[in-house]
């Protein structure tokens, strides 16, 4: 079994994708948010790109009869029209089960759709980082965490959850990786309590500056749920 990892959605290419297992990360917020929303009871999520994009699908499926809300961002805000903003503290149970939930993000629904190359598309955040870790270690096949950034950069907090989740592996099985998969591992083993690293990230001070301070803690929060997201079809369920 291989590791290796990219740094933002704008390195994504397709022959380091390819025929692997790829986790998608943006603990925050948006895999936070599509893991919590299934989590909750949410039939499927539904990662578009754009606002228009976002309305015309919702309208579609109200049209078959779906019960659908529409979720997500644009500059860390919620978007008008939309049901929800990106805070995973919004889709509760009472909110999302059984409903398709269409989310339109900057950076995680982007990486999410520029994944479609790869063998597996998994969705991984600190929330069901363990989670995630035990289903490689069962699936047993080369894997490259896909880190979603920020703005096509490189993110503190994408990282060492990358981090969080290759160490959890690296406990049972021995990997070959990639040098930013050691160093995502290595600034994990030593900064494990993920807040203190990632308060001076840059979405971090975003978030906080939005007095978004719950968001950041339950998005730091290490394995709440086991459940594993999975992108197939252009829906995500539980694998
Ligand atoms: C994104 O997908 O860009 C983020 O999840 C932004 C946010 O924190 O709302």
């Known amino acids: 079994m291989k590791i290796d990892l990219i740094i933002s959605a704008d390195y994504i290419e397709e022959n380091k994708i390819k025929?692997?297992?790829?986790?998608?990360?943006?603990?925050?917020?948006?895999?936070s948010v599509i893991t919590t929303a299934l989590k909750n009871g949410a039939k499927c999520v539904i990662p578009i790109?754009?606002?228009?994009?976002?309305?015309?699908k919702?309208?579609?499926l109200k049209d078959c009869g779906e019960n659908v809300v529409?979720?997500?961002?644009?500059r860390a805000l919620k978007i008008e029209g939309f049901d929800f903003s990106n805070s995973p503290l919004e889709y509760a149970q009472n909110k999302v089960l059984n409903k398709t939930v269409i989310l339109s993000t900057t950076n995680g629904t982007r990486a999410l759709n520029l994944c479609k190359k790869a063998d597996l598309i998994l969705i991984g955040s600190m929330i069901n980082g363990l989670a995630v870790s035990k289903k490689l270690l069962e699936l047993?096949?080369?894997v490259v965490f896909v880190n979603a950034g920020t703005n096509g950069e490189f993110s503190m907090d994408d990282f060492i959850c990358a981090g969080y989740m290759i160490d959890n592996i690296l406990k049972e099985k021995y990997c070959e990786m990639s040098d930013i998969a050691k160093t995502a591992k290595y600034v994990y083993e030593n900064n494990t309590?993920?807040?203190s690293?990632?308060?001076n990230a840059r979405h971090f001070e975003v978030l906080t500056s939005l007095g978004l301070q719950d968001d950041l803690n339950y998005c730091c929060s290490k394995n709440l749920?086991?459940?594993?997201?999975?992108?197939?079809?252009?829906n995500i369920d539980i694998l």
């Open 49 to 56: 790109l754009t606002v228009d994009e976002a309305f015309d």
């Open 19 to 31: 025929d692997k297992i790829v986790v998608v990360i943006d603990m925050l917020r948006a895999t």
């Open 197 to 199: 690293f990632i308060k």
């Open 58 to 60: 919702a309208k579609k």
């Open 70 to 74: 529409l979720g997500g961002e644009r």
């Open 193 to 195: 309590d993920i807040i």
């Open 225 to 234: 749920t086991d459940i594993v997201p999975i992108f197939r079809n252009n």
């Open 140 to 142: 047993n096949k080369d």
